[in-house]
């Protein structure tokens, strides 16, 4: 196997919360909806990988954007 590398590099309106915030922003959230959707798409794969958030990504907001997508049954992977 030969290791590759995406970048992918968005502009999402508005800024980060910052890991020391209460709540996320909608920032945030759009963050974590795209970064959840990149990994969905290669776990699809059947190949290994690694999702690496940026530098001001905080990894809580991530789970818990992703712990809400099925909290009320209103998505299904």
């Known amino acids: 196997m030969t290791r590759r590398t995406i970048t992918i590099e968005v502009d999402i309106p508005g800024t980060p919360a910052g890991s020391k ?16 959707s990149v990994w969905m798409a290669l776990q699809a794969g059947s190949f290994p990988f690694s999702v690496t958030p940026d530098a001001k990504a905080d990894t809580a907001q991530l789970n818990s954007r992703w712990d809400g997508y099925t909290a009320n049954n209103t998505v299904i992977w």
């Open 21 to 36: 915030s209460e709540a996320a922003s909608e920032h945030d959230e759009r963050y974590a909806d795209l970064a959840n």
